[in-house]
């Protein structure tokens, strides 16, 4: 199975291609502004670099969030032009199962864990989060926006190790660390298309069928600025 797995929902716009489970090529840009400008050049740039047409592609896999609101509109707006006009099979994956399968990836035999806790930084204290199981990967507390301190109260019902990953962990890096001492911290902590591409091969073969739309776990900053007024 041929997959193009792309992520815009972070500063990182990122695309990989995969057959199966394996990596045939990622490529990766460092510029929050330019997603809409660059995600096609992107695309076709990988797809040139694998030899491959999108007709190619058996599966599509597209982060559908948490995070930048306009970033996750731009993936998922792009993904659904190839959709309707080629019928490709697809599958929306959150951001934050990527990240837990980066520490599953490349993370899996040096750290000791039981439970995986994706952290995406909400601004103003407040982080996108979801915790797995470290053994199964399945979630073990549901995907939701929450202050910082909130969750680290939450968390200390787990008394075995929990492995942090993405940007909250590094932003809230002191908070964790003085507050949980169960916490260990992995080093993968950008959204990666290769990471996505893998959730979605996996989830696809299971069975699910994950619609592409967004998933916003709280109003965009406009929205609570217009309710404030």
Known sequence: MKILSLDTSSNICTVSILED???LKE???YD????????MPIIALTLSETNLELKDIDL???SKGPGSFTGIRIG???IMS?????KINSIGISSLESLM???ILNESQKLN???ICSLIDAKNDNVYFELFSGLNSKSIIPADCKNINDLVQILKDYSDEICFVGDGSINYNNILKSSLSNAIFSQHNNISSFSLGIAGFNAYNSGRRDNILPLYLRKSQAERLKKNQ
């Open 21 to 23: 489970t394996i990596l």
């Open 27 to 29: 490529n990766i840009l």
């Open 32 to 39: 929050s502004k330019n997603h809409s400008q660059k995600i």
């Open 60 to 62: 599509i896999v597209c």
């Open 76 to 78: 998922i707006a792009t």
């Open 82 to 86: 190839f959709i309707d006009s080629l």
């Open 101 to 103: 399968y980066n520490v």
């Open 113 to 115: 864990y039981k439970y």
